[in-house]
C-alpha cells in the first residue's frame, strides 16, 4: 500500500512539475525582406540567408549557451544529427546570436544554456531539465520536447528571419 501511495505522489509531482507556466503566445518570427546594410558599403549587395536568435531570460551568466539547427523532421531534437551547431559563452541575461549563410528552407531550433559547461542538458532524477531550455517559436511539448510541425520555421530565399525564444526553466 506504501507503494502505490508514494507512487501516485511521485507521479503527481512528475505531472505539477511539467505542467506548462501560462505565459503569453509568443509573437511570431519576423521576416524581413531586405537585410539592413550596416557595413556602410552601401554596395546594395544582398547578404546571404541568416538565422538571428534572440535569447530571454537566462538566469545567470555562466557557461554556454548551446544551440542545435535542425532541418529534417527525422533529425529533429538528436543533437546528433544536428544541421549545424553553436556553442557560445553566456554574456548577459539576454543575448542575441546569429547563424549565417544558412540556405532557404524549414528549421527548427533547439537549444539549452549549459550552465557548468559540460555539453549535456542537465536533469533531476525525474528527467526534467535543471537548465534552461527553449526551441524555435517558443513551442513547447506536455511529456518531452515539441514536435517538428510545432518548432518548424521557413526561411525564404534571399531574407533572414529573427527567432525570439524565452529559455524555460523549472
Sequence with gaps: MKKIILAGILFSIALWSCKKKETPDPAPPVVIQEPIDTSGNNNN?????????????????????????????????????????LIVDVTGNNMELKMDSVPPGEYAIALF??????????????????????????????????SWSQAKFSLPAGTYITQNVTLKHF
Design 113 to 146: 544554456h549549459d550552465k557548468n559547461s559540460d555539453n549535456a542538458l542537465n536533469q533531476n532524477w525525474l528527467g526534467i531539465p535543471t537548465e534552461g531550455f527553449a526551441f524555435s517559436n517558443n513551442a513547447f511539448g506536455t511529456f518531452g520536447p515539441p
Design 45 to 85: 549587395s544582398p547578404e546571404p540567408e541568416y538565422i538571428l536568435i534572440q535569447v530571454g531570460n537566462i538566469l545567470n551568466v555562466t557557461g554556454k549557451m548551446n544551440v542545435a539547427l535542425y532541418n529534417s523532421e527525422a533529425s529533429f531534437n538528436n543533437p546528433n544529427e544536428a544541421y549545424r551547431q
